[in-house]
């Protein structure tokens, strides 16, 4: 067997495994937020004073939270890459994952990434529901899982919000209403 061969045989065999070392950190890279439930390239907050450390901007926060809801929030996503948005994650009280998501784009009018709100199926949409002194958008939507739910989209200022929850209409509407910045 030629010497040549043989040199050409482990430096086909580094690579490969060179390869495969580099595939394995890949994947152990989606481990943590995998295993976490958290989308991959957010950050994570579990306070809301660490969300806001983090940002450099005070979130806008409800003041009131139906029965069925969970306070404080149990998490914080921020999608890093502008425009920035964060995802504020309210508990279930009855042992769902999330009762309701509160999404704000930070200083710029955008949607939030699909990263931190997942796309649903929009069953039916409503523009012009009445918020005070601005009008929103209201969407009718099924979850993968097939769960029903509600979203109620406006800007406000230099920010997009979108609020999702999968209880009753009126309740969201009250807690779109008690959205501010001071605290409950």
């Known amino acids: 067997m030629s010497p040549m061969l043989t040199v050409t045989g482990a430096v086909r065999s580094c690579l490969l495994l060179a390869s495969l070392f580099a595939l394995g950190l890949k994947g152990a890279d989606h481990l943590p937020s995998l295993m976490a439930g958290t989308p991959y390239g957010a950050r994570v907050y579990w306070t809301v004073a660490d969300a806001e450390a983090g940002i450099g901007s005070r979130l806008w926060l ?25 995802a504020v994650h309210f508990p279930a009280r009855a042992g769902g994952k999330d009762g309701l998501i509160l999404v704000q784009s930070i200083g710029v009018r955008a949607a939030a ?19 005070g002194e601005r009008t929103g958008t209201m969407t009718r939507a099924l979850a993968p899982g097939g769960q029903l739910l509600h979203d109620l989209s406006w800007d406000q200022g230099t920010r997009h919000l979108v609020l999702r929850y999968a209880g009753p209409v009126e309740d969201l509407l009250q807690v779109a209403a008690s959205l501010g910045r001071i605290r409950p």
Request: glycine residues 2%; charged residues 15%; proline residues 25%.
């Open 62 to 86: 409800p003041t009131s939270v139906p029965p069925s809801i969970g306070w404080p929030p149990a998490r914080i996503d921020v999608w890093p890459e502008p425009p920035v948005s964060v």
């Open 113 to 131: 990434a699909e990263a931190i709100l997942p796309p649903v199926h929009v069953l039916m949409t409503v523009d012009d529901v009445p918020l």
